[in-house]
């Protein structure tokens, strides 16, 4: 199956990566600038935090590790869901506890999705929440 990630047109969308293994983030940023989005890199939790205490930064969409270095995944989308509750948050881990999986779901993220991350679900996923008008539900509790 040929995907043509170029055909979804999100040049007007901005989608942060937040990943510490450096093939998976540039594997990640390969398949999403072919889509025509910006895409904002960050190695750490801390970093990313820095970055979206300017409530002004554009964000679209969230893809996150679970298991990042200074503050883990499930922090930042906690930290994260404090002003900004309609932009969704994948966290993609290489963890299949449930336990996980709820910790991630009450911090307010939309999908938990395990590794290895295939071309054609990084497709679906920016298809599902960025290029249809839905409201992506959230279920956040702080």
Known sequence: MSLNFSSL??????????EDDVPSMRYYE?????SGANVIKFRTGRDFVDH????EAKI???IMDFL??????IDCARIFRKDRKNVPVLMLTAYSSEQS?????IAGCNEYILKPVYPENVY?????????EVLNPVFYRP
């Open 124 to 132: 679906t996923l920016l298809e599902k929440y960025l290029k249809q």
């Open 68 to 73: 990042i270095p200074l503050i883990n995944g």
């Open 60 to 62: 679209d969409l969230v």
């Open 101 to 105: 999986k709820s910790d991630a779901y």
């Open 52 to 55: 979206i205490k300017n409530k």
């Open 30 to 34: 390969t398949l999403i600038q072919s």
């Open 9 to 18: 047109e999100l040049t007007n969308k901005t989608i942060v990566i937040v």
